[in-house]
């Protein structure tokens, strides 16, 4: 079998390139993510270093397989040989996404696209071929091309003139789905919780009493967009440093993928050396060095590095050889000066020298790996302790304010999901360091539904399956990755094909000036009905919104609501997380409402319902589920209905959310408003 000859290309290939497609077996048909992640690997700082992150993903599913040859063919076609001499790894990702439809979707979705076009030494447009001679899907003229091998995967789709090339998620500058608006308003929301938290303690206080993380849970179903609105967020944290000490302090953002690392015991293990790597990269200078010798000085003490009795031997023999060579100063003769002077110099060479040897051999063993980890564990005088305290150290010498994401929990199994996340709040919880996880919210309940199956019969509660039990105590704000709407939809394609306004810069700026004196969340929904006549175009109305999601999230509109939502204090459960749950719920849903149909929250009434509601999913999501259904089900009465949904629906409590029975409510949660609140939330 001939190695395909890409050196006769009427391109330059660059080595890296060149080397991933020689690394293919030859007529083996692959996906195209076989070609893209070593790319992406070894030039990690491309597209502004999404390259790097992406390249620990698993990439699209679904897509063409095809020999790299083939690809090759694909990609060479589209461009011109003579305007793009130097076919390198960005026009080669950009080739690939063109050619197959997975990966572009894939790469949009994660700002990939956008941000390689940016980086461009040279744009597309004077690239790519001239439509009339892509007419024909035109290839390279080198003799293998003119005879491609046999092969049972397809061959690839021509380039047609009306197709549009290298379609790109440039012109919404960060994102093509129109939810920057919404990381912007998280971004906000974590800045503020992280001023309030630390606040009342210290920052990087070592006490062990010290107050929890706060944790977020971001949900959603597999492929909705989780790990890429995590992305978002992060850029929008660089532009939104916190506030502590009259200093602005920038957010440190730790990427940790749970499903990598779900074979390694112990289950801390990764999450901790991922943070002491990640934190250890975020300092400079002598910074950095002091948080590398800490970090590793406290590894060989808890390693028992110091309790060696060769070690200890050594260190008396390097003290008594230097003591020799202090008293032979006072030696009484010229010579046993001299002598007494050469044994101590040996002496203290040999034991400095031995326990150097001895330090640098222990730290290849000094908790470097999950079994020493582990080792430790069995034999450490209270490890978790020890691990804990020194977690508290770490965050005290960084200085600075600490975003986890902990990513694909939703593809882990039980026990493993269960454990991090337990660990986490255990072992690894300070104020200034705060944590998103990502995973579908039914697959983390029934985590810990089968975790703690044998416990269900005794703690659970009616509407309250264990699972929830257990993530509401973990965690303290629930954020829904947003739908995508039609008319998002439309905007999308807009931008994708050329056909809205381009200058999106403008656009935000009129939206800015438009929301900026909106005091409320009802301001800010009857200006966004009111839609002027620049604004009439989808793309337009989408930014609209974003900047209207971002003005939620202000200061002035946030006390807003929480005058707003005081009411309602009664028919939460009488513990002092209760508000502040509501507070996080009410505000994330507002949020998404505005991204799509603000109409439904018009009136005080239809806001004061979807308080109701949000009430309901918080105290019973099990019943809010089941209306979500079936909204129908609220006006139904009599023994057709479930056992238990009739208990729950029957139950005090529970009526008197239903029925808004709290001074200055005053209004009733029905059929019609859960209809339309469950298409928001």
Known sequence: MKAPDFESSPFRLSDTVLRVLHS?????????????????????ALGAGLAGKLAET???????????????????????????????????ILGLAQTDKALYNYLASMGMIGALE?????????????????????????????????????????????????????????????????????????????????????????????GRSFMAHLYGPWGSGKTSLLM????????????????????????????????????????????????????????????????WWWRLRVNGFFRTPV???????????????????????????????????????????????????????????????????????????????????????????????????DRCQPEYVVGLLEHTQTLFSHPSVMYIAAGDRRWLYECFEQVYARFTDRIREPGRPTGFLFLEKIFQMGIAVPAMTDEQRSAFLRLLYGQGPQSLEAMEARAEAEFA???????????????????????????????????????????????????????????????????????????????????????TDQRKRFALWTILSLRWPLLAERLREAPELLERQGDDLPDELRALLQDAEVQAVLQGQAPEVGVALGAEAVRAFAALV
């Not at 293919?24 to 990690?44: E, H, I, N, T, Y």
């Not at 500058?173 to 938290?197: N, T, V, Y």
């Open 24 to 44: 293919m077996p030859p007529d083996v048909p692959v996906p195209a993510w076989a070609l893209v992640q070593p790319l992406l690997r070894v030039a990690p």
């Open 58 to 92: 698993d990439g699209p599913e679904g897509g063409a397989a095809r020999p790299a040859e083939a690809w090759f063919e694909a990609v060479s076609a589209l461009y011109d040989p003579e305007r793009l001499p130097v076919l390198d790894e960005a026009y080669f």
């Open 118 to 210: 940016r980086e461009l030494p040279r744009p597309l447009p004077e690239v790519v071929r001239a439509a009339e001679t892509k007419g024909a899907g035109t290839r390279t003229t080198s003799a293998r091309q003119q005879h491609p091998p046999e092969t049972s995967s397809p061959a690839p789709e021509p380039v047609r003139a009306e197709d549009p090339v290298f379609h790109s998620d440039a012109a919404t500058a960060e994102d093509g789905l129109f939810r920057k608006g919404f990381a912007q308003a998280l971004a906000l929301w974590l800045r503020r919780i992280w001023e309030q938290d630390n606040t009342a303690t210290p920052f990087g206080k070592r006490d062990l009493a010290v």
């Open 232 to 295: 978002l967020l992060e850029r929008q944290l660089a532009a939104c440093p916190v506030r502590s000490g009259g200093k602005e302090l920038p957010w440190q953002v730790v990427w940790f993928n749970a499903w990598r690392h779900r074979h390694l015991e112990p289950v801390w293990w990764p999450l901790w050396n991922r943070m002491y790597r990640e934190l250890l990269h975020g300092l400079g200078g002598w910074a950095r060095l002091r948080f590398w010798l800490a970090e």
């Open 311 to 409: 070690v200890v031997g050594l260190i008396l023999l390097a003290v008594a050889g230097l003591v020799i060579v202090l008293l032979s100063r006072q030696a009484p003769s010229q010579a046993w000066a001299l002598l007494s002077e050469e044994v101590g110099t040996v002496l203290a060479a040999v034991g400095l020298a031995g326990s150097v040897g001895s330090a640098a051999l222990n730290m290849g063993r000094a908790l470097v790996s999950g079994e020493a980890a582990a080792r430790f564990v069995r034999v450490g005088a209270d490890p978790m302790e020890q691990v804990r305290a020194h977690f508290l150290d770490m965050v005290r010498r960084f200085g600075r304010p600490v975003l986890v994401c902990l990513d694909d929990l």
């Open 517 to 603: 004196e909106a005091q409320s969340a009802e301001a800010l929904i009857e200006q966004l009905e009111q839609v002027p006549e620049a604004a009439a175009d989808p793309v337009a109305q989408q930014v609209r919104r974003q900047v209207a999601v971002r003005r939620l999230a202000s200061r002035e509109v946030s006390r807003g609501i929480e005058h707003f939502l005081q009411p309602f204090a009664p028919l939460l459960e009488p513990n002092p997380r209760a508000i502040k749950r509501l507070v996080n719920a009410y505000s994330v849903g507002l949020a998404l409402a505005l991204l799509s149909d603000e109409a439904s929250l018009r009136t």
